[in-house]
């Protein structure tokens, strides 16, 4: 059974910092990889996907996964108050459609 | 962006009674998902649906569930009877294709059973 576990639970930054968000997952098998971001009462929006080893840069914000290290990250760049939300990662294991979740990291960036 | 559109976002319902939620998924979507998130646990996966047929489900999908999309009209979960252990936030998402797309959820319908 797939154990996805997100560091750290919560955290607070200044605005204009860099943040690091990440996720671990137990199954070598997995092969996509998801970001989402969920505001208060809101839907979860995906932010960003990867499915290779490496990084993938899109605007403030950079995925990095190692998959021998069963290690994917979030960093946001010049991060801003309206990046304060739940901040969820998911996987899924090959050409399953099933996504596993983290239990989120809780930003609040302060301006 | 696309959205999908949850219907209701809260009930609640005594314990035994039948409830269906329902959800309006994007418009060209094909594949449709339900989620379960009890108050501080992962969401978790419950069932996908393609082509009017359940593709996978998990072992929260209980007997008591059941999902349905008719003639293309919203896309149903209906619990019944309900039990207290069902109260949650039940999430709607739908993609376009199965593997490595995107899914795109509804904000949600919470559900408490007394």
């Known amino acids: 059974q797939q154990n996805v576990q997100q560091s750290p639970e919560s955290l607070i930054v200044p605005e204009g910092a860099r943040t690091s968000l990440n996720c671990t997952f137990s199954d070598s098998a997995s092969q996509y990889f998801w970001w989402y971001r969920q505001h208060s009462g809101k839907a979860p929006k995906a932010l960003m996907s990867i499915f290779s080893n490496g990084e993938k840069e899109e605007g403030r914000f950079t995925i990095h996964l190692n998959k021998a290290s069963l290690h994917f990250s979030l960093h946001i760049r010049d991060s801003q108050p309206s990046d304060s939300a739940l901040y969820l990662c998911?996987?899924?294991?090959?050409?399953?459609?099933?996504?596993?979740w983290g239990l989120g990291t809780s930003l609040v960036v302060n301006p | 962006g696309p959205k999908v559109l949850q219907i209701p976002s809260h009930q609640i319902i005594d314990m035994g009674q039948m409830v269906t939620l329902n959800c309006d998924p994007v418009s060209n979507h094909l594949y449709f998902y339900w989620y379960k998130q009890i108050l501080g646990q992962q969401m978790e996966f419950l069932v996908n649906?393609?082509?009017?047929?359940?593709?996978?489900k998990s072992k929260l999908f209980k007997d008591q569930f059941s999902v349905e999309r008719p003639d293309g009209s919203y896309f149903t979960l209906k619990i019944q009877p309900t039990a207290l252990e069902d109260s949650a936030v039940y999430f709607c998402?739908?993609?376009?294709?199965?593997?490595?797309?995107?899914?795109?959820f509804g904000e949600g319908s919470r559900l408490i059973v007394v």
């Open positions: 649906f393609y082509n009017g047929k359940v593709m996978e």
């Open positions: 998911a996987v899924s294991v090959g050409d399953n459609s099933k996504l596993i």
């Open positions: 998402a739908s993609s376009l294709n199965r593997v490595g797309n995107t899914l795109y």
